[in-house]
């Protein structure tokens, strides 16, 4: 087996020695790659053809990320960036498969669906007929979609007997 992000143009050896964290392969074959420190797109996922968002509109991010992308339509993908302390940093996406980014939601006290658990509970997934509705989460349950933002799906506070509760390990 080769690492075929090894010889991709512009990445240094830390690049792809220190590890791929995440990576998801899209309905058309194209492959989304994290790194230690950022986000790889390759329209096919052949050797050397992996190329970085930096410089994009998407930051680097030396945390935890995570990446999913719309089945029914490649162009959109969604990245979830974890901070250092395990919170949600940032939410970004791209609809012309990533030429440009765009900042959805910054992490902050008010909304911060991972408790410090980002690197532990973190799921992020498309719907697969709507490419603009996904659910994104950790030790609570959002959903984002263009017709209503952004919506409570699952709560760990209160008791079974709330209609949202949801605990992560379960």
């Known amino acids: 087996w080769v ?5 991709s143009p512009g990445l240094s050896p830390s690049e792809w020695l220190n590890g791929i964290t995440d990576f998801t ?3 058309d074959g194209s492959v989304w790659v994290k790194s230690s420190t950022q986000i790889l797109y390759s329209p096919d ?6 190329v970085s968002m ?5 930051p680097q991010n030396n945390a935890r990320s ?33 030429q440009t980014w765009t900042l959805m939601i910054q992490g902050s006290n008010s909304f911060n669906p991972f408790n410090d ?12 007929s709507d490419p603009e509705r ?28 709330n209609p949202f509760y949801v605990h992560a390990d379960n």
């Open 45 to 50: 996922g052949s050797d050397a053809s992996f």
């Open 3 to 7: 690492n075929p992000v090894e010889n």
């Open 54 to 58: 930096a410089g994009r509109g998407l």
């Open 134 to 161: 996904f659910l994104m989460g950790g030790v609570d349950l959002w959903s984002w979609s263009a017709s209503e933002g952004w919506q409570a799906r699952g709560s760990r506070f209160d008791s079974p007997n």
């Open 117 to 128: 658990q980002g690197d532990y509970d973190l799921l992020l997934g498309v719907d697969p």
């Open 66 to 98: 995570r990446i999913a992308v719309a089945p029914s339509n490649p162009d959109y993908v969604y990245v979830v960036h974890i901070d250092g302390s395990d919170e949600l940093s940032s939410v970004y996406r791209t609809t012309d498969r990533g």
């Open 25 to 27: 392969v899209a309905s």
